[in-house]
């Protein structure tokens, strides 16, 4: 399956509406951190769509995994 077709699940428009402001407030405090990530927000819910089934649907659960992914994600645009 197509990660585009998950795009419309619920769970993954909440958690990526969610990790919106959570991603700007990482790139805000993050030691180390020297981007702002502008293309990134838009691909969100494409990263989270991988993590749903993965972790079952838990909302709770894709919205720590996208702020840890986003939190290495920066790191690794600043390096």
């Known amino acids: 399956m ?40 838009a691909t969100i819910p494409f990263l989270i769509a991988l993590m749903v089934p993965v972790f079952s649907g838990n909302i709770v659960r894709a919205i720590i995994g996208g702020s840890i992914y986003m939190g290495i994600g920066l790191y690794i645009a600043t390096w």
């Open 2 to 41: 197509d990660s585009a077709l998950a795009v419309g699940h619920p769970i993954v428009l909440s958690a990526s509406l969610l990790l919106v402001p959570i991603t700007l407030l990482l790139a805000a405090t993050l030691p180390g951190n020297k981007g702002l990530p502008f293309t990134d927000l």
